[in-house]
């Protein structure tokens, strides 16, 4: 057995605790909600997905077919109206909140948008679970970005100051801001809806096809043949398998529903030091797992700001919540190469995604 994989007794979740909960999951079409779709149904939850449809034909969301696993609803979390009514006839018992504008790059192409939805999409998410009441837990997934970067050499931490140089990053930080907002104003004293926030790092893992991200980029790039080119290739990123951080979401629900409020507020959930590593440094353990003649090289342009060095603090998730990053970075890189090697090769992308779901949990 892989030194990562874990024995049953330090299983980081509650895997009965899943079966049969009411799910509402924002953003079930992107990369990280596919996996958490797949996840959540591998465990017996009955998930419901309200997103936009998934924005290329060969995302995971596709060539997994995650939309037979669960309740499957194409919406808009900017249209407040709809999302009432579909909270309303969902009645879930936990809501997670995923759908976002994910990318830097295109936050300074379509601002507004990148506000409207990831501000706005927030308060409305939260203006619909008060609204409809009966949810234990609610947790609002936003970014490793949310914090005011000051270039540190040290983790953020959850109480450090929010900000973000660019429309992304700022954009997360509001939504952090309405969260904590909502939940000191709606959701104090009596209530017993408990709401958090979560915070993670760069996630890889096999599924992903977004612009503009650096694993994506580089399949691509090696499928074909041809030579990635970076833009910030000593950017020191803390990169986590996607797995990871969806793990510490659940971990997390699970506290809140017990209805105790030492479990609000902000959570990171980053990868172990020695998953910080450069830009070019996880390109070279990318290109040696690849093979086949693949390569990368600086594109050598100016390009808009982009912080240099990035870290989490997961100090508080590992104590309280007994949380633990349980991929290694060889074992993320492993998982990510293989699934797409795998569906290079036309394989079974379902039971492929399955099985590293599996491999993980059992």
Known sequence: ??????????????????????????????????????????????????????????????????????????????????LISAVQKVQPTIVLHMASQALVRKSYDFPIETYLTNVMGTAHLLEAVRQVGGAKAVIIITSDKCYENMEWSWGYR???????????????????????????????????????????????????????????????????????????????????HVLDPLLGYLKLAERLSTGSKIYEGGWNFGPAAASEISVQNLLNLLVKKWGQNSSWESDGLLHPYEANYLKLDCSKSQMVLKWHPRIDLENSIN????????????????????????????
Not at 38 to 44: A, E, F
Not at 48 to 77: C, M, R, W
């Open 1 to 82: 057995m892989a030194a990562w994989l874990r024995t049953l007794e330090n299983m980081v979740i509650d895997t009965n605790f899943w079966c049969n909960q009411r799910i509402f999951l924002t953003g079930h079409t992107g990369f990280k909600g596919s996996w958490l779709s797949l996840l959540l149904s591998s465990l017996g939850a009955q998930v419901f997905g309200y997103a936009l449809p998934p924005e290329n034909e060969n995302d995971i969301f596709n060539v997994a077919k995650v939309a037979t696993s669960i309740n499957h609803q194409i919406g808009d979390i900017r249209n407040l109206s709809d």
């Open 158 to 240: 959850e109480t450090d100051r929010l900000g973000g140089y660019d429309p992304y990053s700022n954009s997360k930080a509001c939504a952090e801001l309405v969260t904590s907002a909502y939940q000191k104003s709606f959701f104090e004293g009596e209530s017993k809806t408990l709401i958090a926030s979560a915070r993670a790092g760069n996630v890889i893992g096999g599924g992903d096809w977004s612009s503009d991200r650096l694993v994506p980029d580089a399949m691509r790039a090696f499928s074909k043949g041809k030579k990635i080119q970076v833009r910030f290739p000593n950017a020191i990123r803390p990169w986590q």
């Open 335 to 362: 998982l990510t190469i293989d699934w797409y090697k795998a569906y290079q090769n036309g394989q079974d992308m379902r039971k492929v995604t399955s099985n590293q779901i599996d491999q993980v949990l059992n």
